[in-house]
């Protein structure tokens, strides 16, 4: 028998094995939503993306700070709706600048180090998502909700 997983470490290992995630931001006109690479920390309370300045999302961004990010593990099979899982994250995305930037560059480019000429490049931003809660769905009915506690 299998032992169930905390909540947490499911996040943890969707966050660690998958490249990329939905990123969702409000438009002018509505939602939006983008496929991007990203990193996260450890602890779970930042995602990091980087995004050029001339896309929609990066606007999108500028204008409201308040996003979610959907990470899944599933594969396109039926199996999916008895085995995947999916978090969503849920927070405000916050531009890295100087010091900052080069810190959760460092971090996305240890996971994707084939985007170095992209995330580099001055034309490129670097995002950092303060996750306040995840979304957890298992088993496509298993909802569980996990608020993070602000860092003081």
Avoid at 15 to 29: A, C, F, I, K, N
Avoid at 38 to 49: K, S, W
Avoid at 90 to 101: L, Q, W
Avoid at 131 to 145: D, K, S
Wanted: aromatic share 8%.
């Amino acid at each position: 028998m299998q032992k169930k997983r905390s909540p947490s470490t499911m996040i943890r290992s969707l966050l660690s094995s998958q490249r990329l995630g939905v990123l969702g931001t409000s438009s002018e006109t509505g939602p939006y939503a983008s496929l991007v690479a990203f990193a996260a920390t450890r602890d779970t309370r930042h995602i990091i993306f980087a995004t050029a300045r001339g896309t929609r999302k990066y606007r999108n961004l500028k204008r409201d700070s308040r996003v979610s990010f959907l990470v899944d593990s599933r594969s396109n099979r039926e199996a999916d709706f008895r085995v995947a899982t999916a978090a969503t994250a849920v927070g405000r995305a916050i531009e890295t600048i100087g010091a900052e930037k080069r810190k959760w560059l460092r971090m996305f480019l240890k996971k994707h180090p084939h985007l170095e000429d992209f995330a580099a490049s001055p034309n490129c931003a670097m995002f950092r998502i303060r996750v306040r809660t995840y979304y957890l769905v298992n088993r496509f009915q298993e909802v569980i909700e996990m608020h993070l506690r602000p860092i003081r």
